[in-house]
């Protein structure tokens, strides 16, 4: 079981992508000129694969186990080419998995595209949620000072437009770039033009992510105007490239607990703490990735737990690990806390920055 570690050259990355979104972009029609199709009465087969859980108030009951599209491109670590990441995404499928996240940021990495192409077919059998995004590529901290209203309906045709779909399942303010990079009141802004692609029937639910900055997603959640959220979440306490501190933990719990009482679907990220908690391929570390699961599990108010997994051997090890009891046990506990408390001890990882 894997997660992709993405902190090194993301920055770079992401200013490098913000401005090959503005190429294509400008190439595409008016959203204006878009209706979309949503299915009036889609219903996604479950096989018994996976235990399920309702996703909220989407009143979509998937899989506990959700594909993670940070693992496809290679950019990032995939290995695989074109076509075999394209089978990979087919075999999550086939494994009985019905929720795939991806993102227009990863798009320039291939995920959009192919999950597009690998579940064509089958595209109203299955979840997928993608995310707009926000940067201001002239400054360091990517912070924006306007919110680009007519670009939020640019990125959403460039999503339907790579995902091969008319419509998109649940479509969310990316964390980073996104709500990090903006205030409460730029993220409700672009809140609003979401609304609008829903009305179009674009979109059918909205909602956002967060790395950490929980005060700023607290303040969302709190709005009562997102259907789901999705939050690092995992034994280890951390996001994209950092720790969370004591008081960044008690907004993400914050968080939690609010969501919960407002009805919205939870997915949780970060489950193997960016990667480190898996240890797919390493046998005496075979349990380690199957306790962090049961751990964010044991809480009944994450629905789905969303894990990027680059190769068909990592997707078999996650269903079956999941398809059986998902009680956390004194094992998991005792295994987790020995791990973490070596690898929290590792010099490399000391210098890890805390927010």
């Not at 029609?29 to 479950?46: F, H, M, R, Y």
């Not at 990735?289 to 894990?307: F, K, N, S, W």
């Amino acid at each position: 079981m894997h997660e992709p570690n993405n902190k090194l050259d993301r920055r770079d990355f992401m200013k490098k992508g913000a401005q090959a979104t503005a190429a294509v972009a400008a190439a595409v029609a008016s959203t204006n000129a878009v209706q979309g199709a949503v299915p009036e009465d889609k219903n996604i087969t479950l096989t018994d694969a996976l235990p399920a859980r309702v996703l909220g108030k989407t009143n979509v009951k998937l899989p506990i186990l959700g594909y993670g599209g940070a693992a496809l491109p290679k950019k990032w670590g995939n290995t695989l080419s074109t076509e075999d990441r394209v089978k990979l995404v087919r075999h999550a499928y086939g494994s009985g998995i019905r929720y795939f996240d991806t993102s227009i940021s990863y798009s320039y990495g291939d995920s959009q595209a192919i999950i597009g192409k690998a579940l064509k077919d089958v595209r109203d059998d299955v979840f997928i949620t993608t995310k707009v995004d926000f940067w201001d590529t002239s400054k360091p901290d990517g912070r924006i000072t306007k919110v680009d209203k007519e670009g939020v309906a640019r990125q959403i045709e460039k999503n339907l437009a790579e995902l091969q779909s008319d419509y998109i399942d649940a479509i969310m303010i990316h964390g980073t770039p996104g709500v990090e990079q903006m205030t409460v009141e730029q993220c409700m802004e672009v809140q609003a033009e979401l609304v609008k692609a829903r009305d179009k029937g674009l979109v059918r639910f909205i909602g956002f992510s967060a790395h950490h900055y929980f005060d700023k997603a607290l303040a969302l959640i709190s709005t009562g105007q997102f259907d789901l959220c999705m939050l690092a979440y995992g034994y280890l306490p951390r996001g994209n490239s950092r720790f969370f501190s004591p008081r960044t933990t008690e907004l993400r719990n914050a968080c939690l607990a609010k969501a919960h009482e407002l009805g919205m679907g939870i997915v949780a990220m970060k489950v193997m703490g960016a990667g480190m908690l898996g240890g797919y391929g390493q046998k005496h570390l075979e349990k380690l990735p199957g306790a962090a699961c049961r751990y964010v599990l044991q809480d009944e108010r994450a629905h789905i737990l969303t894990i990027g997994m680059r190769f068909p051997a990592e997707i078999d090890a996650n269903v079956k690990t999941l398809a059986g009891d998902t009680t956390y046990t004194n094992e998991d506990r005792a295994l987790l806390a020995g791990f973490s408390s070596a690898l929290l001890s590792d010099e490399d990882v000391k210098k890890m920055s805390v927010e």
